[in-house]
């Protein structure tokens, strides 16, 4: 029994840290222009299912015969809000945004459900997202209207695709299909946006790695682990993820959380980054501390 809490207990690790790792991927390609936040997702989308394709045909499973249309409809809605509200939201607002509409979600449909959490599971619900909100009050400001709609649905598709992963039998070849059928969504996404994409090979390379690793192998793991947990345990874990995030980010600039609010990405200072196509007024500098969230 022990060996199978220890199981969940690093696999939800690992889902965190993919997580965390989506949020540095993401950032760093729209912060350093190499690539449009539609392009972005919609290849992310693509190079999950690709990836996910073929290591389901290495293990001899079709992954067109799992999945299905509402939480692959979930996946894509939360791929392409997330990226688009990052483009001009504060980080400390959009993890509060965030993870308050994943948690929202997930616990609102579980009590829904029928399920009921004990006075101690409340508890750690208000602490875990009182923290966070310390955490981040510092950095707080009033976000754009915009950008704050398109992060809370980013929390709702996300909640909405992790309550449909606890109904999974199969881990590997649910979350294939969802991604496979994800595409025609991201095909439209490009479509509608085609006259304001901007692509560079760096750019692509950063949604490429998101899409296929991160988000791909990273979802296989997560969706394993959360038929083991409960609405509201899932829901709360991934409060986690903005703090391994900043840990990440602060990591790779080589500062303290605290430290370097003058940073636009790891290892590189505002005052010595070339112009290009306007980026610095498309994306204000905030501390690097939290402008790394899934």
Known sequence: MQSKYFSVFLLTLLSMLAFAA???LCRVALKSDAIDPASFAAIRLMSGAAMLVVV???RGVSPTTSGGWVPA?????????FSFAYVSLPAGVGALLL?????????GTSLWRG???????????VVAMGGLVALLLPGLSAPPLGSAVLMMAAGVGWGAYSLHG??????????????????????????????????????????????????????????????????SAAATVQLSVPLLAAIGGNTSAGG??????????????????ASGRGAEAAY????VGWHWVL
């Open 22 to 24: 989506n949020s540095l």
């Open 56 to 58: 389901m045909r290495l």
């Open 73 to 81: 409809f979930w996946l894509a809605a939360y791929a392409a809000a």
């Open 99 to 107: 993870f308050g509409s994943v948690q929202a979600t997930m616990v």
């Open 115 to 125: 399920e009921r959490l004990s006075a101690r599971q409340w508890l750690g619900l």
């Open 166 to 231: 606890k109904k999974s039998l199969n881990a590997g070849a649910t979350t294939a299909g969802n991604f496979l059928r994800s595409v025609p969504f991201a095909v439209l996404l490009v479509v509608v946006c085609v006259t304001q994409l901007s692509v560079s090979s760096t750019g692509v390379a950063y949604a490429v790695c998101s899409g296929a690793i991160t988000s791909g192998l990273g979802y296989i793991v997560w969706y394993t682990v959360l038929p083991h947990l409960r609405s």
């Open 256 to 273: 303290s959380l605290d430290a370097a609010p003058e940073l636009d990405w790891p290892g590189h200072s505002r005052r010595h980054r």
């Open 284 to 287: 204000p500098s905030v501390n």
